[in-house]
């Protein structure tokens, strides 16, 4: 349901964007968001959309912006100011926001497509 696509090799202070297509339901009916791992690493956030609220990781606000393209039912991830510990496969994800936990449930996933940032 969801297709990352994407990723790739920058230079640190460069720019990539991501692309997460999904299908014209769970575009609709669900936040949509990143997540990346790194070698050795947990999953993190990075960033999600609900409707027209954003969220973002600390360490990439004010870097990367999320937004809806809603033609295609696609969420974009641009990633500018890139730095080597951006380094990761970066996933896309849909699910439901909890405004109880400030939170997000993550129900469907897409493969991860690698980000790799050089020094």
């Known amino acids: 349901q969801l297709q990352a696509f994407g990723g790739g090799l920058v230079q640190a202070g460069g720019s990539l964007r991501l692309s997460c297509a999904a299908s014209a339901r769970t575009y609709t009916n669900y936040a949509m968001g990143w997540f990346r791992q790194a070698p050795g690493k947990e999953r993190e956030f990075v960033a999600a959309?609900?409707?027209?609220?954003?969220d973002y990781a600390d360490s990439v606000k004010g870097r990367f912006t999320i937004s809806r393209e809603g033609a295609k039912n696609t969420v974009n991830l641009q990633m500018n100011s890139l730095k080597p510990e951006d380094t990761a496969v970066y996933y896309c994800?849909?699910?439901?926001?909890?405004?109880?936990?400030?939170?997000?449930?993550?129900?469907?996933w897409g493969k991860g497509t690698q980000v790799t940032v050089s020094s």
């Open positions: 994800a849909a699910g439901i926001y909890s405004s109880n936990r400030r939170d997000y449930d993550m129900a469907y």
């Open positions: 959309i609900r409707w027209s609220a954003t």
